[in-house]
């Protein structure tokens, strides 16, 4: 339904938020701005698992104490094959 010249009751994705933001002049983002934003998103999110990950099995590895109570303690089948 369209209701002064608005959809109503349509839900808006990230890309239409970002295409409609202005800055404090009325300017809207740029596309190469809304471009950087989704990759250093979608990028960032990625990196920061990843590194977490990572980090948490360099330690597990170290401590073969702390692992065999994470066996122990598994939620699901996450350990199962370590």
Request: net charge negative; charged share 25%; proline share 1%.
């Amino acid at each position: 339904m369209i209701k002064n010249g608005q959809h109503v009751g349509e839900k808006k994705d990230l890309i239409d938020i970002l295409l409609e933001i202005k800055d404090e002049n009325g300017r809207k983002l740029e596309d190469q701005d809304i471009s950087d934003f989704l990759i250093g998103l979608l990028f960032a999110g990625h990196e920061s698992t990843a590194t977490g990950l990572m980090w948490s099995i360099a330690h597990l590895t170290q401590h073969p104490h702390i692992l065999q109570k994470a066996k122990v303690n598994k939620v699901g089948n996450i350990w199962a094959n370590i």
